[in-house]
DNA sequence: ACTCCACAGGAATTGAGGGGTG
DNA sequence: CACCCCTCAATTCCTGTGGAGT
């Protein structure tokens, strides 16, 4: 006897549905595309780059146009001997200044020289940018330096100066260096410094969200590779566009439901067992879910503490709280798991975290002289939900079968579930 | 129109932890 | 080893704010 087995109903193949999987063609973005490549196109004549700003949500594309442009680029620049081009491409999900930036770019070219890795902290900031300039010009040739997420860099916006301007400069001499910004944050060249600016800002591309129609042509064109056929109710695609055009206009989004709507239809039968619309609403709620519950479960300790007071003021019907009651509560919990106290005004940061997160829900409010002004905290996802996630949790998981068991005691928990 | 409350939240600072060089 | 650099959470200090009450 196996748990394991080849027999799928469903799915021929879910590699389509993968995250890392790249489509070979973009129909939907021909457009952007076009306009794109007139942006590059001067490096095929050995001019300098432009410099180049995309900006457009998340999952429309900005990616996956960028590196099928550049490796079609790369294929015909290395067509002539006088154009040496190297791209290098550097997510800035996790980089939050310029010396961060500058130590994993340096890492990535020098991976690209054979040589190994320099530490990513440590060094003077002049020390690393000279680091930079000094493999940038070892490559030579055209430099293409796509930052991806480039809105994650707020700390300071030094880099994004350097690198235009090192040649002006005199930083390097034997390379022309260019830099991709993709955004999704149409807000961030405003918040860049004016000189950067001017220098950063050459081309400016944008990619709409897709409509409907575009994201039914994706849908379809990864489904016919990865389903078999007739396993899915033609009006599953057009629901799974629907939704996420409505949404977020993500082709990742589309593609998520979809494919969680496949492993619905395979794995639970209650539905029937070809994809249905039942299994399409499922996998959105189910997403959802999800999404929420990995959220609160990877928070910090001092987030979970917070969470739980939230939790437990919710069980004594004490919400909305204010955040002096919630500090008391805080401070309590705190002191039963002993754990360390942080100061009421660092809580409020926890506190906002966790609203931004839309864990929480908050509102200011202002009653004059009388109670002057205030926030008021309450749980914004459901009780149930807030408790499978602190269970989960290191430290107060402890608490979550008392909390459980008031809940229970006071009918506030659906019991049916589990 | 003016006051005044109680807190929100900005700014500066600290301290611990990652690392460097000579 | 002594001394320096960058980062980030947390603390400390303090200014800003909006409307009920006068």
Redesign the pocket.
């Known amino acids: 006897m196996t748990r394991f087995s080849r027999e799928d109903p469903i799915f021929r193949t879910e590699r389509p549905f993968r995250e890392d999987y790249e489509p070979t063609t973009l129909h939907e973005r021909e457009d952007e595309l076009d306009e794109y490549a007139d942006a590059l196109n001067p490096i095929i004549k050995g001019d300098p780059p432009k410099n180049i700003f995309i900006y457009g949500k998340a999952g429309v594309g900005k990616t996956v146009a960028t590196k099928h442009l550049l490796s079609d680029l790369k294929e015909q620049a290395d067509k002539y001997n006088d154009v040496s081009l190297s791209a290098f491409h550097l997510s800035c999900r996790h980089l939050?200044?310029s010396?961060?930036v500058a130590a994993h770019l340096i890492n990535k070219i020098r991976d690209q020289l054979g040589k190994d890795s320099i530490?990513i902290?440590?060094?003077?900031?002049q020390k690393l940018y000279d680091m930079l300039f000094d493999s940038m010009d070892e490559i030579g040739g055209t430099i293409l330096i796509v930052l991806d997420e480039i809105d994650h860099i707020t700390?300071d916006d030094d880099i994004l100066y350097s690198i235009p301007r090192a040649t002006a400069n005199g930083d390097v001499s034997n390379c022309e260096p260019g830099i991709i910004g993709i955004s999704n944050d149409f807000k961030f060249q405003e918040s860049l410094s004016p000189e950067v600016q001017d220098t950063l800002c050459d081309e400016q591309l944008n990619f709409a969200p897709y409509i409907p129609s575009q994201l039914r042509s994706i849908l379809k064109r990864r489904s016919e590779k990865a389903f078999f056929d007739d396993v899915m109710d033609e009006a599953v695609i057009p629901q799974c566009a629907a939704i996420a055009a409505k949404d977020t206009g993500s082709a990742r989004q589309a593609l998520r439901l979809l494919y969680k709507a496949g492993e619905l239809a395979r794995d639970d039968n209650s539905l029937g067992d070809t994809i249905s619309n039942e299994h399409v609403t499922a996998a959105q709620t189910k997403l959802e879910q999800n999404k929420l519950l990995d959220g609160m479960r990877t928070l910090?300790t001092?987030g979970h503490i917070v969470l739980c007071s939230l939790v437990q003021l919710t069980l004594e019907s004490k919400t909305p709280a204010?955040?002096?009651d919630i500090y008391e509560t805080y401070l309590s919990i705190s002191e039963t798991l002993d754990v360390k106290?942080?100061?009421?005004?660092?809580m409020?940061?926890?506190l906002?975290e966790l609203a931004r997160h839309g864990f929480l829900d908050r509102e200011?409010k202002?009653?004059?002289?009388?109670?002057?002004?205030?926030?008021l905290y309450k749980l914004n996802v459901d009780l149930e939900l807030a408790l499978d996630a602190l269970e989960q949790a290191d430290k107060v998981s402890n608490l979550i079968a008392g909390y459980r068991a008031t809940a229970e005691d006071r009918g506030i928990l659906d019991t049916t579930r589990r």
């Open positions: 939050t200044s010396y961060q530490p902290t440590g060094y003077p900031t700390k910090t001092y204010k955040t002096k106290t942080l100061t009421k005004r660092r409020t940061d926890h906002q200011i202002n009653s004059g002289s009388v109670e002057g002004r205030y926030a």
